[in-house]
């Protein structure tokens, strides 16, 4: 695939998204998350998440083979991923470029993120793509139990 574009996730996409998420995921944050958490990270919850992002859950890859996603909400990047396999490919960033511009398009000035801090690959990944840390703050995650408060570094971006 040469061009890249953001495109609705199909129902194809669902099973492999459900994958590439938790393989980040793990890849991300096994060594770094609470281990509660870690417990409520399977592949039902992620299926589940997924599909709870409605229209703002985008795609880039080819229907049935996603190469990787993004979630967003309102001015803010809520999850960013690609397969693991995609590693070093230069993906993550033509990934990051389509989202600031969807960001952009939809009206967001002021973008942000948040990241773990102890994730250094992506919190470098971040930086290298010009997005600032704003500090620490605590955050709020969704599980199958409910709300998990942990803390993160949030990132932030002026678009356009």
């Known amino acids: 695939m040469s061009d890249y574009a953001l495109r609705p996730a199909t129902e194809d996409d669902f099973a492999p998204l459900t994958m590439l998420w938790a393989e980040g995921w793990d890849a991300g944050h096994a ?4 281990k509660e958490l870690i417990r409520l990270r399977t592949a039902d919850s992620f299926h589940l998440r997924l599909r709870n992002f409605g229209d703002d859950l985008l795609v880039i890859g080819e229907r049935g083979d996603p190469l990787g996603f993004v979630a967003l909400k309102p001015d803010q990047i809520d999850q960013f991923y690609v397969r693991q396999d995609q590693a070093g490919s230069g993906l993550a960033a033509k990934l990051m470029v389509l989202v600031e511009a969807e960001l952009a398009a939809r009206g967001t000035k002021e973008a942000k993120l948040e990241c773990l801090a102890d994730n250094d690959r992506a919190c470098a990944f971040y930086r290298k793509m010009g997005w600032q840390p704003r500090g620490m703050e605590e955050i709020t995650v969704d599980t199958s139990k409910g709300p998990f408060v942990l ?9 356009g």
């Open 151 to 159: 803390p993160a570094m949030i990132f932030g971006k002026t678009l």
């Open 31 to 34: 060594k770094i998350a609470p």
